[in-house]
């Protein structure tokens, strides 16, 4: 169910996925980055489920930094090496967001968006097989996410 805004017309919002895609895909700004680290020493590798961060020799041993929204949201639903534990409800909101985009985007943009996300997915419905309670909510909201994109 989609919740309308006074301010946006119905007509608008054929125009916010593609928006949407664009802003969780974009590189995130490191306008934190200590001045006396060398920016030639940032090296990029990738997590597991293929989405780059970035780490520096100060940060070797520390959580790697998103470069994205998406990479972000990614971390959310895996819910593993997070400085916060993400309450199932959130977990399940990142679902949500990403059926609603699926449902008002396309392209190559939501087809990258669904290549990186759908390992995790996936592996969030695997664990919550045959759970209960707010765990089988999450999975039921990650089954409703796939089963939404295989059939777009």
């Known amino acids: 169910m989609m919740i309308y805004s006074p301010l946006i017309s119905a007509a608008d919002y054929s125009s916010i996925g593609p928006l949407v895609l664009n802003a969780i895909m974009a590189p995130l700004s490191f306008d934190a980055v200590p001045a006396t680290e060398p920016t ?28 994205r929204a998406l990479d972000m949201l990614i971390s959310a639903l895996k819910n593993v090496d997070n400085l916060v534990n993400f309450p199932i409800e959130v ?44 765990e089988e909510m999450l999975g039921r909201a990650a089954r409703r996410t796939l089963d939404a994109w295989a059939s777009s």
């Open 40 to 67: 030639s020493a940032s090296v990029s590798t990738s997590s597991e489920v293929s989405s780059p961060v970035v780490t520096t020799p100060s940060t070797r041993g520390h959580l790697p930094i998103p470069r």
């Open 91 to 134: 977990r399940a909101n990142v679902c949500s967001f990403f059926l609603q985009v699926g449902r008002h985007a396309s392209g190559e943009e939501l087809n990258k968006v669904k290549e990186t996300v759908r390992p995790t997915l996936e592996k969030v419905l695997e664990i919550s097989r045959g759970a209960q309670g707010k």
